[in-house]
């Protein structure tokens, strides 16, 4: 029987409630394949600021680093709507992102045959929709620098690509395109 160590991240709000149904078909899926896990609990996002005071803290980074994989909830939520914007739950995500080098998103978008009724688009418009959003998650305006005037009549976001951000996220574009 192998082993793995998965780090829960229940998160906030509904994330907890998905995550704790998640884990549950995983653990049906893992023992049916013969593998033992040990789920390690750790917080993230408004749990963390209310825990801790800050979103994401190293114990979790470290912990996420050293595991074979990372079950995350979604973070947020009204409660933390008015906390200081360093200290704001999506924090957590965009930490976990940068630490771990999770750089791409892979957003898969089809209309199965039996869903097409339900579009709020014309069935003949949907019925043969089928394509792959590839996202670069880290570089650009996630950690841009960040300007605004003083008087605040201007702001701006840098959106800096490195020609490796590039290269990166285009390789993975191109090798997804061509398993299509």
Not at 12 to 36: L, M, P, Q, S
Not at 72 to 86: E, T
Not at 136 to 141: D, N
């Amino acid at each position: 029987m192998s082993e793995k160590n998965i780090v829960l991240i229940p998160g906030d709000g509904i994330g907890t409630e998905i995550i704790a149904a998640a884990k549950a078909v995983c653990g049906v899926a893992f023992e049916k394949a013969g593998v033992k896990v040990n789920w390690i609990d750790k917080k993230a996002g408004g749990a963390s600021i209310d825990a801790y005071g800050v979103p994401l803290t190293e114990d979790t980074i470290e912990a996420c680093k050293a595991a074979d994989a990372v079950l995350l909830g979604a973070v947020g939520g009204p409660k933390w709507d008015n906390v200081d914007p360093s200290i704001r739950p999506e924090k957590a995500i965009l930490g976990l992102r940068k630490e771990l080098g999770l750089f791409c998103n892979l957003r898969p978008v089809k209309i199965y045959p039996s869903l097409q009724e339900y579009s709020p688009l014309k069935k003949e418009l949907v019925q043969d929709v089928d394509f792959v959003i590839v996202r670069e998650l880290t570089g650009g305006i996630y950690f841009g620098e960040r300007k605004k005037a003083e008087d605040g009549s201007w702001a701006s976001d840098a959106e800096k690509y490195s020609v490796e951000e590039i290269k990166r996220i285009g390789k993975i574009a191109f090798e997804t395109a061509m398993l299509r």
